[in-house]
């Protein structure tokens, strides 16, 4: 993930720089050679940026920006910040099972937001289950972009056969919403492992069932922009001093797609977390001994009748405004970073 | 337009055959169907003949077109879980989604329709940015909170709807319909909201667009011009062309209502194809997968090529395009 945000960084860079400041590009070549002066400008282009400029100008984007950084923060850090270890059997006592909230009555001061039906404090297992459903989403789009990307520039790069039968599957599996995809691929490594307990399996088939059923959208873009580059003096210019056509693909081709792709992946990560979410309400994602958001809103939706309804509000409404906040994003970035709405 | 047609039907044929191999693939590959259907204690002549029966020693491609023969009548086998033929349990079930489909998307148009045009019209009145507040928190909230939430308020809070099941239903031949009877329809109202609201977002943002692109073109500048009043102008002149583009999101959205249909579900234990669905995976029964896979595939491509067709119908600018050249 961070190598990508560097990469944008530099996408976005040159263009602003070159379009904005002709001042800044002399001050630039006068100080060359000290990497220090350079990186200082960088950051004042930065800073002078169209980019920051409309996040700051929208007081929406920016409490949507602060309340991810508080969430991913909180969860990654829930090690540290978080009053019980959810993970740890040991510690946990059914006595303690259905506590409400420490402000209710009958309440315990020793758990913030109440216990689960195992005794488990809800904030610590909120803090832990948020951080294995950003883990997963983090991940899933990863491999999702990463498999669209490499699959887009092979298509758009080669043509012919290879392109077809890409983006026919591409169209196949367009034809069904990822959810679908996504509950089959994990229908069906359900049914493979179903007799084998691997470490950490749970974890990895969310994120390969999610990963591949988010991959079209990124192919197809990156194909279509290829199709474009490809033609362009420089890819001619590269293949004729004989450069191979995969350093071609990822070393000239690429960064000229990593704009739309990140914009794509701000938004599916939103998606990707609300999946992970939806596929474990549904049961067949992460098991209740180590839960995310939505295997406690399972939980915690069987207990609604007997009146405790902190095992599902708060899990819910963390999950309510991570995903509110992160599309938020997603949909700024689209809109700041197309050209044809400035 | 035939040749249209029939390229549109050969497209649907290779994603139907594509979908076909994948379900042919899981159902033969990933466990042992033998294993499923015997006991444990059954001997080894008695697996063997049993794989002879079912001709599973035939070659791959021979058992693919048995398949597909078997899947075009309608055949899927038996459940490894209830034991009982694929397709009762199916023709069971079809009749709950499909009502349940049908009410959300009557929702999402009902109600998306007037929001789009009253947002579209008004831009700048509080109402307005009520309606996209909360079609933006639509669009974000997961449809099973949405479900946990509307629970609460309305059994748990309230008490006034049932929280699960479809009530009371009639048989009308095999068809079990729950909108007959006032309980049925009762229990009708929550799935059909937390179904429909995300489709009611996008038709209210669609309308929404288009309203504003066409309230900008001359021939609306012109008809104010003859002193129209705005009543024939934004729904006689405005709101009409505005309709292609719905009818064709609506359309296509139809098949994600029925996809989407497995969550709301589940959340309303709802006796449908998708809770019927999410129990084959958890208990990885196969033959149920395979068939619900290969039903919505066809449902799927049966309704992006009417769409396609009434498109082309309906929009004259298409068939020019489409025209080989």
Known sequence: MCGSIRASASWVGPRERSMRDPADSTARSSAAGTIASARRSRLAAFLDSDLLHSFLSSRLVVLAALVSVLIVGAAVLAPLIAPHDPYDLKSLSLLDANTPPAWEQGGDPNYLLGTDDQGRDILSTILFGTRSSLAIGFCSVLLASALGLSLGLWAGYVGGRVDTIIMRIADVQLTFPAILTALLIDGVALAILRHHTVEGGKFSILVLAIGLSFWVQYARTVRGVTLVERNKEYVEAARLIGIGPLKIMFQHILPNVLGPVLVIATINLALAIITEATLSFLGVGLPPTEPSLGTMIQVGNKYLFSGSWWMVAFPGLTLALLALAVNLLGDWLRDALNPKLR | ?325
């Open chain 2, 1 to 325: 337009m035939l040749a249209f047609a029939i390229r549109r039907l050969f497209e649907a044929a290779f994603v139907m055959v594509t979908v076909a191999l994948i379900a042919f693939v899981v159902f033969r590959f990933v466990g042992d169907p033998i294993n499923q259907i015997v006991g444990q204690d059954a001997t080894i002549e008695d697996r063997l003949k049993l794989r002879e029966e079912l001709g599973l020693n035939d070659p791959i491609p021979v058992q693919f077109a048995r398949f597909l023969v078997n899947a075009a009548r309608f055949d899927f086998g038996i459940s490894y879980q209830m034991k009982q033929p694929v397709t009762a349990i199916i023709a069971e079930r079809f009749p709950a989604t499909l009502e349940l489909a049908l009410a959300a998307a009557l929702f999402a148009v009902a109600l998306g329709i007037p929001m789009g045009v009253y947002t579209g019209i008004h831009r700048d009145r509080w109402l307005s940015k009520i309606f996209l507040t909360v079609s933006l928190i639509g669009v974000s909230l997961p449809t099973f909170l949405i479900g946990i939430l509307l629970i609460y308020i309305f059994s748990v809070w309230l008490g006034v709807l049932p929280s699960f099941g479809r009530g009371e239903v009639v048989k009308i031949g095999f068809w079990r319909t729950g909108l007959l009877t006032a309980s049925g329809l009762k229990a009708l109202i929550m799935p059909a909201i937390t179904l429909g609201l995300f489709q009611m977002t996008l038709v209210t943002r669609l309308v929404r667009s288009e309203m504003l692109e066409v309230l900008r073109t001359d021939y609306i500048k012109f008809a104010r011009a003859r002193g129209l009043p705005e009543r024939a102008i934004n729904f006689g002149h405005a709101l009409k062309n505005t309709l292609v583009p719905v009818i064709t999101v609506i359309g296509l959205q139809l098949g994600a209502v029925i996809a989407f249909a497995i969550i709301t579900e589940t959340v309303f234990q709802w006796p449908g194809m998708g809770l019927m669905f999410i129990q084959a995976v958890q208990n990885a029964d196969i033959p149920v997968m395979a068939a619900y896979l290969l039903l919505v595939a066809f449902l799927f491509v049966f309704i992006n090529f009417v769409v396609d067709l009434v498109y082309v119908r309906v929009d004259p600018r298409i068939r020019i395009l489409g025209r080989p050249t």
